[in-house]
Each structure stands twice: as structure tokens, then as C-alpha cells.
């Protein structure tokens, strides 16, 4: 099951409209930034438009990812944004102009190309970040664009087999619940077929059969243990190739190997981390391949030949980029790439350019390829920052502090430039969301503002339950574990208040998705250590995220929270619940929510907000009724982002209200 990596930041953050009255009449109020009308707010007071020109062009920062390579030319596709949310571009070369190819009001957010001649790609959207993807055909000679699934149910994960337009792919059509194996020639959408009914909502599609014969197919149970399968194509019979064991077992992206005989696929059996390893089809015992490097494979590719695989190791969080050898077994290093985070690798079919998308502290998401045999590097993208100066964005610098139980926990620290800052400096403690995640040195995006212009250092932390760090730390905080994960901020806090050159009587905490329920949770533990509160989309009480968020996510969220059907579970997650704790709130609370969230229902914002308004303190809710599990769209990104600022500068910060609202 591949693991999810959470980039940074996880405060989600960006072109404002401006009220203004007429010269003529009463005096003038103040020009505020005015709420778009897809968005709900509540007890956000007036947001002065110097917020948002003083902050405008940290929303201007654009990102370039690669999603494939035509497989005829040295041309790739891209997704990035020109508008309001990321769209398909074709770049012909690298350092060409982007080309944009789709224009929707949503995100669109994987393109694939046929494998055979390039005519056309197929791509993945949704509608308002409810999350029911459908994939659409787009014709490359005449820009023509044909829906291919049933535009209802949640397809995912298309693969192309070698040599013809058939795509396999795992949707939710036949219960709603259920991600079925598909298949489809991408040129006719009458020829959609189920070809395999499953049970579950964790199976995968990973590759084809060089002969288009046979699948790989993935069964995720948690990030902890999965299972591969193989399919055969024309009877839709399927055979376990990875058993159950006396330990639970990971298995990631399987992919076949050239001359058919067995594959490769990223496994921590017989370790902590996910090592590549190479399995015969025959007796299936695996040959591990990466040993010597202590750290998880987070995703690799194989060359045209099958003589050369790239793969990225995620070393304390940083990516490194290796080749190795299939026949000799040999590794040798790949391109040199600054501290920051691959997103994955992507062999062109010439068998020697290597795409890659970058994040970087100093460097927006971009995208760049490398020759395997010369090593020289070709920069594709160039992602504007706003006019901004990037050297002057705050390298990260990982810090260690010992928990409760006398383990040590790491993260990732955002410092102000201390000439332009003196003195101790106020915090915000930013929490990964997953919770099997891992905060790594990317891109900081937005948060570059709250460093650089108010002075304000960001940690982002790495708490048990994170991945990257081995097997063993994921699973720390499953089940009855949970509450660790809670103590582990709560060090954190105590470390701040060590720390010579940070305030730790002026500490805010926030978060995304299970990021904002550690929010949450913080605040009902440690009120009197923080100043305020901003959970993102966050579960208020898990027992009601599992009996309300969809079917499909059910069984793979109790694997990690523990299943609310048990009752000394329940009664567990009764107790620990912030909505059950809500009294114990009283700092000011910013609440960001989805109306459309699939996996967090706006429900548990709204019933935490709603049980807030008695407590006295100042609450700060905005949703968003065209956005789902965060908010993807300009527009509203930039709104939330202008009343978080001030937000942090009201009540982190303790700047009068009248000044922060300009009023």
C-alpha cells in the first residue's frame, strides 16, 4: 500500500476582492477583503486590504509537477496553476513554455498518456474536492475531451497496459463502497468492463505484464500491511503471491519485471523500512536489493531495457536519488539535487531521461529530468515566486526532543532571520496530517510569511504514528496507544519553553486533516501553554468521523484509530474525544472546514464550533461549499490565508484587533 508523504506546509492556505464605499456620504470605513460567495464566515472580523497587499505575493508562488512523458518525444505534461486551480500543460522542451491544455473550474489531478503513439491522454478530476473522481479522454489533435467513466462513482488508479489504449483502474461503481477492478480501452468508453468484483476499499492497481496478459494488484489493509495479487486479464482469476505471516507485512507499487519473470516491489518484511526487492515468480522468496540504506524506498521506476532502475530513498526526510544495476545488483549515485523532496521518478521510453519533480525550502515543487548515463540535469520548470527573492526563505534545521516515554522525536524548525528579528521569538507548531504522514524539507509556501515578515518560527513535527521512521514508530499511536501521540506535542511545548530563542509563552498550534484533530486535542490538554488554536479540516471525536465518513475509508481508518463497533473502544474514543472535552477550550479558535470533505464530514467542525460558541473565547469559523478535504481553490486559499495572518497577529502575536483589522 503505498504510504502517503505529507508535503510542507500543512496550513492550507491565497486574488482578493476589495469593498470599498463611494468618496461621497459618510466618512470612509475601511477597505476589507471581501469573502467570495462560495464561502461561509462566521466571527472572522473585517479583513483590512493591507493584509492582503502586504501578503499578495506569497499567493502568487506557482508549483509544476510532473504527471508523464509523451512516448514518442521528449515533451512531458505537467500539472500546475494559471488560473484558480492546477490544470493539465504540455511542456516541449525543457524551459518551454507551459501550455495549457485543460480549463476546468476543479482540479485536475493525474494525466497519463497512451503508451503507443502519444494521440491522446487520459486524465482525473472531480467536482468541488468531493472527491469522486472520473477519468476523461483528451484527444491531442483536435483538443476534444470525452468522459470514459460513469461520472458518479470514485475511480482511481489507472494503469496503462504496454501496447494498446486498455487501462486498468479500481472504482467504487457497483456499491459505492467496494473498489472493483476495471478495464477500459481508452479509445471506446463502451468497451468498460469489470473485470474483477473485490472486497474492500484499499486495492490498488500497480502494472501490467510485459505481454498485457497479467496484472499486479495491491490489497491495502493499513499503512502497516498489504498483500499483492495476480490477475489474470482474460479470466479475471486472481492468485495471492504474498502471504500472511506471523507479522504484518508492507508491500508498495509492484511493478513487473521486462522479461516477465517475476517482479520488484518496496516491502518492510524483515525490517523496519520499506527496502526494494526483487520476487520470482516462481518460488516468490524475495532478493532484497537496498540493504545497505537504512531508510524507506519511497518510489522507483524501471528503464525501458529493465537493466536500470532509479529509485528514491527517503533519508531522514530528505529524498536521494540512486540507479541501480538489475543484473550486478550494484547502485551507483544519481543526480546531485538540493535538501528538499522527490515526488517520484518516471523513465522517458528513450531509456535514458529520468523525470522528477523537486520541492525545496529555497524552490517551489518543479520539475526537472536527468540523463542516466551522463548524469547532466535538465531543468524543465521554473515556478515563479511572486516576485520574492527565494535565498531569502528560511532553510529548515531539524531539531530532536525526548518524549514522555524517553523516546526521542524529531522535526523540522522554521527561523526567523534573526538580524531583522530579535529576541525570543513566538511559535506556531504546525501537525502533519495521515496520521501516517511525514513532514519532510520542502517547499514552505505561505508559511515563508509568517518567517520572514512576521517573525514567527514554525515546527513542524514528526510524532509517533509518522512514517519514514520505521514499522515499528508507525503503529506507535494505533488503538489505545492514541493518547502518546497528543503527549508527544505536549514535550514539544516543554521544549519550546527551554529554548533560548523561542517564546514559549506565545505558542499557537495547527494542522491539517489528522493534523487539525491533534489541534484539537492539543487544545482540550494544554490551553494554558498556547495562545490560540487553528485545526484545518479536523476530526473533533473519532467514534462520529468513523460513522460518518465515506464507506469506502471505514475499514482502513479503524485499522489505525481502532474500530468504534468494539465497546471498551468506543467508550475510549468517548473519553479522549476533544468534542467531549470542549469545555476545557478557552483560547481563541480559527475552524477551517469542507463542505464536500469526503474524509473528514464538515460535521466535525461544525459540531465542535457549535459547541464552542458558550465558552467565551473568540471563535473563527470559515467553509468553503465548493471544496472538500482542504481548500484547493485561489480564491479561497487566499481569503483563508489573509484571515489566518490575522488571526496570528491578533492573538499570537497580541497586536490590538483594531490594528490587525485595519479598523
Known amino acids: 500500500m503505498k504510504r502517503t508523504l505529507t508535503f510542507l506546509p500543512l496550513i492550507i492556505f491565497t486574488s482578493f476582492a476589495l469593498a470599498q464605499h463611494a468618496p461621497s456620504g459618510p466618512p470612509l470605513a475601511p477597505q476589507s477583503v471581501q469573502p467570495n460567495s462560495a464561502l461561509i464566515v462566521e466571527g472572522i472580523p473585517p479583513v483590512p486590504t493591507s493584509i492582503a497587499q502586504q501578503a499578495d505575493r506569497y499567493t502568487q508562488v506557482r508549483t509544476a509537477a510532473f504527471l508523464d512523458w509523451n512516448p514518442t518525444k521528449r515533451e512531458m505534461l505537467i500539472n500546475t496553476r494559471f488560473g484558480d486551480v492546477p490544470q493539465v500543460h504540455r511542456v516541449a522542451a525543457p524551459g518551454a513554455d507551459r501550455t495549457q491544455l485543460t480549463f476546468f473550474p476543479d482540479r485536475v489531478t493525474s494525466a497519463h498518456y497512451d503508451p503507443v503513439n502519444g494521440k491522446y491522454f487520459i486524465f482525473s478530476k472531480d467536482i468541488g474536492g468531493g472527491e469522486w473522481f472520473q477519468y476523461y479522454r483528451y484527444d491531442v489533435d483536435s483538443g476534444d475531451i470525452t468522459l470514459l467513466t460513469d461520472g458518479k462513482s470514485r475511480n482511481l488508479g489507472a494503469v496503462f497496459a504496454n501496447r494498446s489504449g486498455q487501462f486498468a483502474y479500481n472504482s467504487t461503481r457497483r456499491n459505492g463502497q467496494d473498489t472493483d477492478l476495471w478495464v477500459m480501452d481508452a479509445s471506446d468508453p463502451k468497451t468498460d468492463r469489470m473485470l474483477l468484483q473485490l472486497q474492500g476499499g484499499g486495492w490498488q492497481t500497480t502494472d501490467w505484464s510485459p505481454d498485457d496478459k497479467q496484472l499486479l494488484l495491491i490489497e491495502g489493509i493499513s499503512v502497516n500491511e498489504s498483500y499483492i495479487w495476480l490477475v489474470d486479464v482474460a479470466s479475471g482469476q486472481k492468485r495471492q503471491l504474498t502471504q500472511k505471516g506471523s507479522e504484518q507485512i508492507a508491500y508498495s507499487d509492484a511493478k513487473f519485471s521486462k522479461d516477465g519473470k517475476g517482479f520488484y516491489a518496496t516491502t518492510d518484511r524483515d525490517s523496519e523500512f520499506q527496502r526494494l526487492a526483487y520476487f520470482d515468480l516462481g518460488s516468490l522468496q524475495p532478493k532484497y536489493l537496498t540493504s545497505d540504506i537504512k531508510w524507506d524506498v519511497d518510489d522507483f521506476d524501471i528503464s525501458e531495457d529493465g537493466r536500470t532502475i532509479a529509485f528514491i530513498a527517503n533519508e531522514d526526510g530528505a529524498s536521494v536519488i540512486r540507479l541501480l544495476d538489475t543484473a550486478s545488483g550494484r547502485q551507483k549515485a544519481g543526480p546531485k539535487i538540493p535538501l528538499g523532496v522527490v515526488g517520484r521518478v518516471k523513465w522517458h521510453k528513450n531509456g535514458q531521461d529520468v523525470a522528477f519533480s523537486l520541492s525545496s ?34 532553510t529548515p534545521e531539524m531539531i530532536h526532543w525526548k518524549t514522555f516515554d524517553a523516546r526521542t522525536i524529531s522535526g523540522y524548525l522554521y527561523k526567523p532571520d534573526s538580524a531583522k528579528f530579535s529576541g525570543k521569538r513566538p511559535v506556531i507548531i504546525d501537525i502533519h496530517g495521515g496520521p501516517e504522514g511525514q513532514s519532510r524539507p520542502g517547499f514552505a509556501g505561505r508559511t515563508n510569511y509568517y518567517v520572514n515578515e512576521l517573525g514567527v518560527a514554525v515546527i513542524f513535527p514528526n510524532v509517533r504514528g509518522s512514517t519514514g521512521y520505521g514499522k515499528s514508530f508507525v503503529k506507535l499511536d494505533n488503538g489505545f496507544l492514541r493518547e502518546g501521540t497528543y503527549k508527544d506535542i505536549g514535550a514539544l511545548i516543554d521544549w519550546v519553553k527551554q529554548s533560548p530563542d523561542l517564546d514559549g509563552g506565545s505558542i499557537m498550534v495547527t494542522g491539517g486533516s489528522y493534523g487539525g484533530h491533534m489541534t484539537w486535542a492539543i487544545a482540550t490538554l494544554y490551553e494554558n501553554d498556547l495562545c490560540c488554536q487553528l485545526p484545518v479540516v479536523g476530526p473533533s471525536n473519532l467514534v462520529t468521523l468513523l460513522e460518518h465518513t465515506e464507506p469506502y475509508r471505514r475499514d482502513l481508518r479503524r485499522v489505525e484509530y481502532g474500530d468504534e463497533r468494539d465497546p471498551k473502544m468506543r467508550e475510549f474514543m468517548e473519553r479522549i474525544a476533544p468534542m467531549n472535552n470542549a469545555q476545557k477550550i478557552t483560547k481563541p479558535t480559527f475552524v477551517v472546514a469542507g463542505t464536500n470533505d469526503p474524509r473528514v464530514p464538515v460535521s466535525e467542525s461544525r459540531q465542535m464550533a457549535d459547541k464552542l460558541k458558550g465558552n467565551g473565547a473568540p471563535l473563527w469559523y470559515l467553509e468553503a461549499k465548493d471544496e472538500g478535504h482542504g481548500f484547493s481553490k485561489k480564491k479561497n486559499q487566499d481569503f483563508q490565508f489573509y484571515s489566518t495572518i490575522m488571526f496570528v497577529k491578533t492573538y499570537l502575536l497580541k497586536q490590538p484587533l483594531e490594528t490587525a483589522a485595519g479598523q
Open 361 to 394: 525550502a529555497k524552490s517551489p515543487l518543479d520539475t526537472y529530468s536527468f540523463n542516466a548515463q551522463t548524469g547532466k540535469v535538465d531543468r524543465w520548470t521554473t515556478s515563479e515566486t511572486g516576485g520574492l527573492n527565494p535565498a531569502n526563505f528560511a
